[in-house]
């Protein structure tokens, strides 16, 4: 089988935010792709920069104080970062679509689901009638598995329930068939029997309509059920990315270590739950070395010195630490050797 096209191109991309303490870097030089058809993870604690890259590729992020200070965004090849507003208007939503955290925020209270759904597809296709809109705004309505679309479209917001919100917010994300969907904690203020469902729905629209994914998450459960790669980000930076299977099984990084070691296994009985000591550094406090290195148990002398690169430990499963350097681990291997 032929490996799918890149559909987009994140590479050294970096958003800053010049506040009254200066510049500070909340995306630092972030590199990651996504194929056509596939769903990508990106996982991460709150504040370690996952929502910021995605407002980044939807050209969202708050002017001032943010501005995308270096890198480039390539979504089929064309550079994101180059086009004025009124060009990322014609691409939001028609090409790159996106799902926020919380759906009644997102969805206008004074109107009714039907002008809101209607609105985003006559947005993008000027030449159809309202009949037509209406009529896709029903199907999509109807595909994202809503009961009634007919009735349900002359509703507000509020007379729906958090997960029947959470599928109009996808039905209107998907109504003009985007090339790209970006789900930003699309089940955080779902319950577990809602969030199953959506995350459902998702797999089988991706699947169906071959769009692809980039789930942003907190949860390596839902990464676990849903991905088939992931990226899981810290302070800002890349620290590991490979298919969820490897990292699951064979997690490199320290803090991807302490991730999964954190989440309870209902298989064996613990007396106490892992947690990773300290807490995350507020962007910018960290100036040299890895951010990681103030709660890492591995940490060793060339940590709080140097910002280790990324390091491909073994084919699409790279690492950014220096435990994986060839000089590391030469100079580990004779140490083991004399000891």
Known sequence: MTES????????????????????????NVDFHVREGEILGIVGESGCGKSVTSLSIM??????????????????????????EREMRNVRGNDIAMIFQEPMTSLNPLF????????????????????????????????????????LIKEYPHQLSGGMRQ???IAMALVCDPQLLIADEPTTALDVTIQAQ????????????????????????????????????????????????????????????????????MRYKKQRLYSIQGNVPKPGTVKEGCRFAARCESVFGRCTEENPPLYETSEGHKTRCFLYDEKEILVNDKTAATS
């Open 167 to 169: 599928r109009v917010m």
């Open 112 to 151: 009714t689901i039907g002008n809101q759904l209607i609105e985003a597809i006559t947005l993008h296709k000027k030449d159809w009638s309202r009949k037509q809109a209406k009529a896709r705004a029903i199907e999509m309505m109807k595909l994202v598995g809503l009961p009634r679309a007919e009735e």
């Open 59 to 84: 050209g969202l992020v708050p002017s001032p104080p943010g501005k995308i200070t270096n890198g480039q965004i390539l979504f089929r090849g064309k550079d994101l970062t180059k086009l004025s």
């Open 198 to 265: 959506i995350l459902k729905l998702m797999r089988e629209l991706n699947e169906r309509l071959n769009t692809a994914v980039i789930l942003i998450t907190h949860d390596l459960g839902v990464v676990a059920e849903t991905c088939e790669r992931v990226v899981v980000m810290y302070a800002g930076k890349v620290v590991e990315e490979g298919l969820v299977e490897t990292i699951f099984n064979n997690p490199q990084h320290p803090y991807t270590k302490g991730l999964i070691a954190s989440v309870p296994d």
């Open 5 to 28: 096209k890149l559909i987009l191109e994140v590479k050294n991309l970096q958003t800053s935010f010049f506040t009254d303490d200066g510049v500070i870097p909340s995306v630092d």
